[in-house]
C-alpha cells in the first residue's frame, strides 16, 4: 500500500529546542516537498528536493533545515531561529518535473508549549 | 498581493445542490490548475489537474480554466454531506512550484 507517512501526529517544541518532523514515503518518488499551513493561508512551500543529497529553498526556509540522504526519507527541523512555529506541516512528493501531481502525507501539527 | 486569490467561505449549501467554487491568479506565466480537497487535521487529497483552457470532467467534479481571465473553477454536482471539506486551488509556476489559494470552506448540510 504505497504512501507518505508522517509523525509524529502532534509534536510539542519548548523555546530554544530544535525538533524534527519525520516524512517517509514508498511511491518511488524522485521529488519530495516541505509544506506550512497555518489557519486562513494556503500552503506555503519551506524546502523541496528534486533528488538524493540535494535540496533548494522555499519560500519560508528561514528558521529550517532538511536533509536527503535516502530517497524515500526528508525529514524537516524547525530550530530554534523560527520564531512562530506553530503550524500544521506538511510534506509531499511527486515524480520530478511533475509537481502539478503531488501527493501529499496526513501532516504534522507543531505546538509551542 | 497574493498570486492565487479564494475566497476563504465558509459556503454552505443544502445537500444534491451545485457548488461552484473559483480562484484568480496573476501570473499569465502559470502553468498548469489544479484543486485539492482537505479534509479537516488531514492532508490535501489531488481531485483534478488540468493543463489548458476549457473543462475537465471526472464523475460529479468538473475544473474549469479562462487563461484569458485567469479564472479557474471547480463545481460539485449532486453534492454530499462528504463533500464538506476545504477545497484549495493550485497552480504551478515555470518552476515548477505550487502556488496555492488560501481554500474554501465549503459545508454541505442534509
Known amino acids: 500500500d504505497g504512501g507518505i507517512t508522517q509523525s509524529p501526529k502532534y509534536l510539542f517544541r519548548k523555546e530554544g529546542q530544535n525538533v524534527t518532523l519525520s516524512c517517509e514515503q514508498n511511491?518511488?518518488?524522485?521529488?519530495m516537498y516541505w509544506y506550512r499551513q497555518d489557519p486562513g493561508q494556503g500552503l506555503r512551500l519551506i524546502y523541496y528536493?528534486?533528488?538524493?543529497?540535494?535540496?533548494q529553498k522555499g519560500d519560508i526556509a528561514e528558521g529550517y533545515s532538511v536533509s536527503r540522504e535516502k530517497k524515500e526519507s526528508f525529514p524537516l527541523t524547525v530550530t530554534s531561529a523560527q520564531k512562530n512555529p506553530t503550524a500544521f506541516y506538511l510534506c509531499?512528493?511527486?515524480?520530478?518535473?511533475?509537481?502539478?501531481?503531488?501527493?501529499f502525507g496526513p501532516g504534522t501539527r507543531l505546538l509551542v508549549l | 498581493q497574493k498570486e492565487v486569490e479564494q475566497d476563504p467561505g465558509p459556503l454552505s449549501v443544502p445537500e444534491g445542490a451545485i457548488v461552484s467554487l473559483n480562484c484568480t491568479y496573476s501570473?499569465?506565466?502559470?502553468?498548469?490548475f489544479m484543486w485539492y480537497r482537505q479534509y479537516s487535521r488531514k492532508g490535501p487529497e489531488l481531485l483534478m489537474y488540468?493543463?489548458?483552457?476549457g473543462n475537465k470532467e471526472d464523475g460529479r467534479f468538473t475544473a474549469q480554466v479562462d487563461k484569458s481571465s485567469k479564472y479557474i473553477s471547480l463545481f460539485i454536482r449532486d453534492s454530499q454531506p462528504s463533500d464538506s471539506a476545504t477545497y484549495l486551488c493550485?497552480?504551478?509556476?515555470?518552476?515548477?512550484?505550487?502556488?496555492f489559494g488560501a481554500g474554501t470552506q465549503v459545508v454541505v448540510t442534509p
Open positions: 528536493s528534486q533528488i538524493v543529497n540535494d535540496f
Open positions: 493550485a497552480t504551478t509556476d515555470s518552476w515548477g512550484k505550487l502556488q
Open positions: 501570473n499569465s506565466a502559470f502553468q498548469y
Open positions: 511511491l518511488n518518488h524522485d521529488a
Open positions: 488540468t493543463y489548458s483552457s
Open positions: 509531499a512528493s511527486s515524480e520530478p518535473g511533475e509537481a502539478e501531481t503531488q501527493y
